[in-house]
């Protein structure tokens, strides 16, 4: 079937860096691109970017350009988010989520604490 | 920055018609998109397009549009269907993804 899992659970300190695997399987993954959503404890849902698997290109939001990778690797069908110098209120589960019609197939989300 | 409105809240009984709201700029020329997000969930797409429903999503749920505004209609509400609800769109010029701040679907 149609999934995405992600990578488990990130425990890391302020000013580290956080690298997030998502893994497609059931479906042509380049034809795809894929978003990242995080969500904060007890607040909405925040767009970060998006990757087409096709070519690389990127489409970062405002807030996370020059802190924030994307990259994805065709060879087994993943994508990653890369985000660097955390602070404490970067603690949120990353979701990852396949463009297709709207966000249509999400995964299960990467819990990511920043703490000291 | 582009921002999309939605109350924080709604409350209906079962069985009656629960309606969130969603308003932004973009509406006229942008399509717009729900998701539900039960607790402790991913969120998952109720509506594409408007007013569009992806195959496995009863048929209760509804999209509409009226000028700047968007609303997602529930007929029928079900205790299940007790979630928070996100609207979605492009932003203008297509750059960016924005998520109104949610609705908080209560059952009562």
């Known amino acids: 079937q149609v999934q995405l899992v992600q990578s488990g659970v990130e425990v890391k300190k302020p000013g580290a860096s956080v690298k997030v695997s998502c893994k497609a399987s059931?479906?042509?993954?380049?034809?795809?691109?894929i978003n990242w959503v995080r969500q904060a404890p007890g607040q909405g849902l925040e767009w970060m970017g998006w990757?087409?698997?096709?070519?690389?290109?990127?489409k970062y939001a405002q807030k996370f350009q020059g802190r924030v990778t994307m990259t994805t690797d065709t060879s087994t069908s993943t994508a990653y988010m890369e985000l660097r110098s955390l602070r404490s209120d970067d603690t949120a589960v990353y979701y990852c989520?396949?463009?297709?019609?709207?966000?249509?197939?999400w995964g299960q989300g990467t819990t990511v604490t920043i703490s000291s | 920055s582009y921002e999309l409105t939605q109350p924080p809240s709604v409350s209906v009984s079962p069985g009656q018609t629960a309606r969130i709201t969603c308003s932004g700029d973009?509406?006229?020329?942008?399509?717009a998109y729900w998701y539900q997000q039960k607790s402790g969930q991913a969120p998952v797409v109720v509506i594409y397009?408007?007013?569009a429903r992806p195959s496995g999503i009863p048929e209760r749920f509804s999209g509409s549009r009226s000028g700047t505004t968007v609303t997602l209609t529930i007929s029928g509400v079900q205790a299940e269907d007790e979630a928070d609800y996100y609207c979605?769109?492009?932003?203008?010029?297509?750059?960016?993804?924005?998520f109104g701040g949610g609705t908080k679907l209560t059952v009562l």
């Open positions: 973009a509406f006229p020329n942008q399509y």
């Open positions: 059931g479906y042509p993954f380049i034809s795809y691109g």
């Open positions: 989520a396949r463009e297709g019609e709207g966000m249509d197939v």
């Open positions: 990757i087409s698997n096709y070519n690389g290109n990127t």
């Open positions: 397009k408007d007013s």
């Open positions: 979605q769109s492009p932003d203008s010029s297509d750059t960016y993804w924005v």
